[in-house]
C-alpha cells in the first residue's frame, strides 16, 4: 500500500470527526475499535478526532454524584476516566481510548493502557483527576458539548464531520474511511479516487 504517495496539503484543514459517547456502550465501543480508530490509523494526516465521552448521561445537581449515567455508575466513572486521560495525555489518548475500549473490562485495562502508551503520565495523576474538580468539570464541559449538539444527538455514538451531523448514518457506521476521503478537499484533486484503490 502506497498510502504516502499523496502528502496532505497542508492548507486544506484535516477533515474534523467528533465522536460523541459512552464509555460501556457497546454500540460506541463496536465503533470506536472497528471503525474510528482503524480510519484514523491509516488517515490521520487528514483527519482529526475529538472524544466526548458523555453520551445519554445526565447532569443533575448533587454533591455526590453529578452526573447520571444510562449503564449507570460504572459507565460514569468510565466517561470521567476517559475524560481525564484525554485531557492529561494529549495525542496519545486515541491510542489508551482505544486500548480500554478494546479491552473486555473497559475500566480494568484503564491503568495497563495508560501505562503501554503514556508511561510518563502516572495513574495517581488519573486518580486527582477523578476525585478533584478537574474530572467533574471536564464532564461538564462534555455535557455541554452534548447539550449543544444541533440537531441534539438522538442516540449515541453520535458522530459530526467539521462539526456537522450528517444523516447518512450507515455510511458513518461501516464505511468511515471512504466517507473521510470524501469529506477531504484538495481543490481539484480527487483523493478519493486515490484511496478507493486502496480498498
Not at 70 to 80: A, R
Not at 128 to 156: D, E, F, I
Request: glycine share 4%.
Amino acid at each position: 500500500m502506497e498510502v504516502n504517495a499523496i502528502r496532505p496539503n497542508q492548507t486544506v484543514p484535516p477533515v474534523s470527526v467528533t465522536l460523541y459517547y459512552e464509555s460501556l456502550c457497546p454500540d460506541c465501543r463496536v465503533f470506536i475499535t472497528q471503525q474510528l480508530f482503524p480510519t484514523w490509523t491509516m488517515l490521520q494526516d487528514i483527519m482529526a478526532v475529538t472524544l466526548v465521552p458523555y453520551g445519554n448521561a445526565k447532569e443533575i445537581p448533587s454533591a455526590n454524584s453529578p452526573f447520571t449515567c444510562q449503564h449507570g455508575e460504572p459507565e460514569c466513572k468510565g466517561n470521567m476516566i476517559e475524560a481525564c486521560i484525554i485531557h492529561l495525555t494529549g495525542h496519545s489518548a486515541f491510542q489508551i481510548i482505544y486500548c480500554m475500549e478494546s479491552a473486555t473490562n473497559v475500566l480494568d485495562a484503564a491503568q495497563p493502557c495508560l501505562q503501554l502508551y503514556a508511561p510518563s503520565i502516572s495513574w495517581s495523576s488519573v486518580n486527582s483527576c477523578l476525585k478533584g474538580g478537574l474530572g467533574r468539570q471536564l464532564m461538564h464541559a462534555n455535557a455541554a458539548m452534548t447539550r449543544a449538539l444541533n440537531p441534539a444527538h438522538t442516540y449515541v455514538p453520535w458522530v459530526t464531520f467539521n462539526g456537522e451531523y450528517t444523516e447518512n448514518e450507515e455510511k458513518t457506521m461501516s464505511s468511515l474511511f471512504r466517507l473521510v476521503c470524501e469529506l477531504y478537499k484538495v481543490g481539484d484533486l480527487l483523493v478519493f479516487s486515490f484511496f478507493s484503490s486502496l480498498l
